[in-house]
């Protein structure tokens, strides 16, 4: 494991240490191999319990409809290059070395195979065109890595032909669950959330007490009854954050911190114990029936409790579930009162049943907002007052999130998930850094915990996968002596909280950047102990 | 006329047709190919003109290749234009008298082919050479620039050291576009280099050439922002005229 020791002197600029590109080395990361999903969480979503005796028929079957189906797939298998500007630019390539971490080598387990079954080159001339006929050896590539791409879509970025690995990875992963094969964490978190409401199986009593004691939490420590409401039918506004905003470290200081802007700013908001879920792991399987039977949870919610705006937590691929896909997953959004079209004018695509063409958004909130984009709002407009100096001794730092920054906008301007959360996090605490350009922004480097990736068994991966991000922090906290590193994503928080350690890192606070919003709130009739 | 110039006359007709509706039938397979999330690489372009910017961005400057590497930018620009240009002072044939806005073309055609070749020869040469780029290369990738030099060097050696009738290859080459065939020159350097001019029309519909038609069907580049005019601005979100809008299928499974 490539681990950057720590370093005392002055740190030289990151840039010219992860842009030591690594020499490949054959089948580095093969050891690590994901769960397969157990059989009954097969079946329970619709697949096969295991590897049934005709899986070649069924994986080539299913690879044709995925083609057919999508235009970016069929395009990106067609028109790769080879032209190898990706293949220094994933995070699971850098950390790892193993060649088949690089997005072409990964695109190409499955463009192989593609070509072997479905082109004329790969049918009658297989070895001029590098094609493979599917096999157990394949699969089990497939398999191990498919997961082993957080579906960041960084290489995307590099790419002459726009081609997105991410499409060609969920497209594996769809295929390997019709064949028995499912990603065990992944697919188990998809059943728990398309049945009980969120990735966690809480129910709403364990919702309801957890969301009571933190009230007493906020009560004592601020002398404000900040409320943390649970299907408040007299609300206006639903917040749907991940689960894990309701129990882990650092999450749940972010769910207070959007509690106290809710309540600052007199907005009437309620969770639900429905759709107590913002992260819809579907996106990471590829499904897109399942995608959509955990959207519609939310949707369902909004109408039942009668919201008229979605607001959504601290969640990267959540976020761009809401931004991008919400429309055609659930649409239409807005209900324009004749229960009839959304705002498109354009007939449903929620399903065939009459109540599926109702919207649940009013048309002064269209689209679901992210919960960084009301609070900048609010503070702008003067409806909130940040005070940095209650962050006294903070100097942070912002990881951009791979879905947020690559997968969904922010406000109404180009760029606004980069400029929203910093302005922010600039108004919350008294020192920002920013960390090298090369690794933020639409460059970001992924956690190394996304999609899927966070499963236990994945570890020595997740660390190995962190490695540029831990280079560029690294760097920042030797010449700035960076102590919080604030993230909008529930994966990436945990993820670094595991990995950062195993970089000598440990001592970096990785902070939600609603907690260090809350701590800078100014909360109206507020008893302060050391004011 | 002559049963070499016949074949060959026939076989450019075929070749030509081929690449034309094969790459037809392949744009019009991706048009017909649903979109049924939007998939953009953000931060999207808003409006049309935005993605026309994007897309100009990405066919004519190689923008997302400049990001990457200039070391390989640079060769894959040189070689790109060098052809472009060099198919300009084709158009030469097309007319039996030089056409005059051809004669700057065609006093530079020289400096064009150099660059193609050197572009070709770089990009060779790290294909060869970087262990990443050789680990994905199949022998198709190989190939094709194989196939592009050789088609390069002929028509080059053609031009300055092994001169053919020009005249006499107009003609035929507008006898095949207009399917009154006339007669080839019998000249092995011309025969060689249309040779390479078939295969590579034939090759064109099946294989990773159809990345230039591609880079502009690729929806990380060519959608919009998702939310774009959603917040009033009486612009619709959908509007890029696809069919993303289409229920995302239910999967068909077992």
Same mark, same amino acid.
């Given at each position: 494991?490539?681990?950057?020791a720590?370093?005392?002197?002055p740190?030289? /600029? ?24 157990t ?42 290059t ?29 463009r ?5 079954? =479905?082109? &004329?080159?790969g ?16 699969l ?5 890595? &498919? ?18 690995t ?8 769809e ?54 409401p ?16 309701? =129990? ?31 992260a ?5 399987t ?94 702008r ?8 100096t ?23 301007? /180009? ?13 919350a605490?008294p ?12 460059r ?12 236990d ?38 993820? =670094?909280?595991?990995?950062?350690p ?8 990785i ?7 809350g701590?800078?709130?100014v ?9 | ?15 030509? %047709?081929?690449?034309?509706? %094969? #790459?037809l039938?392949?744009?019009? @397979? ?20 935005? $993605? ?33 240009? $060099? ?20 006093s @530079?055609?020289g400096?064009?082919?150099?660059a ?26 190989y ?11 002929t %028509?080059?050696?053609l ?18 576009? #207009? ?5 080839l ?12 001019? @078939?295969?590579? @029309? ?15 069907f ?10 774009? %005019? ?25």
């Amino acid at each position: 494991m490539s681990v950057p020791a720590p370093t005392g002197g002055p740190v030289p /600029p990151v840039v010219g240490r992860y842009r030591v590109i690594p020499l490949i080395e054959e089948g580095a990361a093969s050891a690590t191999r994901p769960h397969p999903a157990t059989p009954e969480v097969q079946e329970a979503l619709g697949f096969p319990a295991r590897l049934p005796s005709d899986w070649k028929a069924r994986a080539l079957a299913r690879l044709g409809e995925l083609v057919a189906e999508r235009r970016g797939l069929r395009v990106f298998l067609e028109t790769c290059t080879k032209c190898g500007a990706c293949t220094d630019k994933c995070h699971y390539f850098l950390g790892t070395r193993d060649p088949k971490n690089m997005p072409v080598a990964r695109q190409d387990l499955l463009r192989a195979v593609w070509r072997r079954h =479905f082109t &004329f080159a790969g049918r009658w001339f297989p070895w001029l065109v590098g094609a493979r006929e599917l096999d157990e050896s394949v699969l089990e590539d497939w398999f191990r890595y &498919f997961h082993q791409c957080s579906e960041c879509r960084r290489c995307t970025v590099f790419c002459p032909s726009g081609i997105d690995t991410s499409e060609v990875t969920m497209a594996g992963r769809e295929i390997l669950a019709s064949v028995g094969l499912g990603h065990h964490y992944t697919q188990e978190i998809v059943l728990k959330a398309s049945t009980i409401g969120n990735n966690l199986g809480l129910r709403r009593p364990a919702l309801a007490d957890i969301l009571e004691n933190l009230e007493e939490d906020i009560l004592e420590e601020s002398g404000v009854p900040v409320r943390l409401p649970l299907d408040d039918a007299t609300a206006d506004t639903l917040v749907v954050a991940p689960s894990a905003d309701f =129990f882990a470290e650092p999450h749940v200081d972010g769910l207070i911190g959007y509690a106290k802007v809710l309540h600052e700013a007199g907005i009437r908001w309620t969770f639900s114990s429905e759709a107590s879920e913002a992260a819809n792991f579907a996106l990471f399987t590829g499904d897109h029936a399942h995608m959509q039977d955990i959207a519609r949870r939310i949707r369902d919610a909004a109408i039942a409790l009668g919201t008229t705006r979605l607001v959504i937590g601290e969640c990267g691929h959540a976020w761009r579930v809401a931004y991008s896909y919400l429309d055609a997953l659930v649409g239409p959004l807005v209900d324009d009162g004749d229960g009839r079209t959304g705002r498109h004018g354009r007939a449903s695509t929620g399903g065939e049943r009459g109540e599926d063409r109702i919207g649940f958004l009013g048309r002064a909130h269209p689209r679901a907002e992210h919960v960084c984009e009301v609070t900048h709002a609010l503070w702008r407009a003067g409806a909130i007052r940040l005070d940095p100096t209650r962050n006294a001794g903070v100097v942070a730092t912002y990881h951009d999130s791979c879905n947020v920054a690559r997968g969904a906008g922010m406000g109404d301007r /180009p760029g606004g998930q980069y400029t929203i959360p910093r302005e922010l996090l600039g108004a919350a605490v008294p020192s920002v850094v920013e960390m090298s350009g090369d690794t933020t922004a639409q460059r970001t480097f992924c956690c190394g915990g996304g999609a899927g990736m966070l499963a236990d068994e994945l570890m020595d991966v997740r660390v190995k996968g962190a490695l540029p991000r831990a280079q560029a922090l690294e760097a920042v906290v030797a010449a700035h002596g960076v102590t919080h590193m604030a993230a909008i994503c529930a994966i990436c928080k945990t993820q =670094f909280a595991a990995v950062l350690p195993a970089h000598g890192l440990g001592g970096v606070r990785i902070a939600s950047l609603h907690q260090l919003v809350g701590d800078a709130l100014v909360l109206s009739g507020e008893r302060r102990g050391e004011g | 006329m002559d049963a070499l110039s016949a074949a060959f006359a026939l076989a450019l007709t075929l070749a030509l %047709g081929t690449f034309l509706l %094969g #790459t037809l039938a392949r744009v019009v @397979l991706w048009i017909r190919t649903p979109s049924p999330v939007p998939i953009p690489l953000a931060p999207a372009p808003r409006t049309r003109a935005g $993605v026309a910017g994007r897309l100009a961005l990405e066919l004519l400057a190689f923008r997302s290749l400049a990001r990457a590497s200039l070391a390989t930018w640079l060769p894959a620009l040189l070689f790109h234009y060098g052809l472009l240009f $060099v198919l300009v002072v084709h158009l030469r044939f097309l007319h039996p008298l030089l056409p005059p806005w051809l004669v700057p073309f065609l006093s @530079l055609s020289g400096w064009a082919t150099l660059a193609l070749v050197a572009g070709l020869l770089t990009l060779f040469a790290r294909r060869v050479l970087i262990a990443r780029v050789r680990r994905v290369s199949a022998p198709s990738d190989y190939l094709h620039l194989v196939l592009l030099l050789a088609i390069a060097l002929t %028509g080059a050696a053609l031009a300055r050291r092994w001169p053919t009738d020009l005249h006499s290859v107009g003609a035929f080459l507008r006898g095949v576009l #207009t399917f009154h065939w006339q007669p080839l020159p019998p000249h092995a350097g011309l025969l060689a280099h249309l040779v390479g001019v @078939l295969v590579l @029309l034939l090759v064109f519909p099946i294989s990773k050439l159809m990345h230039a038609p591609g880079i502009a069907f690729a929806p990380t580049f060519h959608q919009r922002d998702p939310n774009a %005019g959603a917040a009033g601005r009486g612009e619709g979100a959908s509007g890029t005229g696809e069919k993303r809008g289409d229920a995302p299928s239910r999967a068909r499974r077992r």
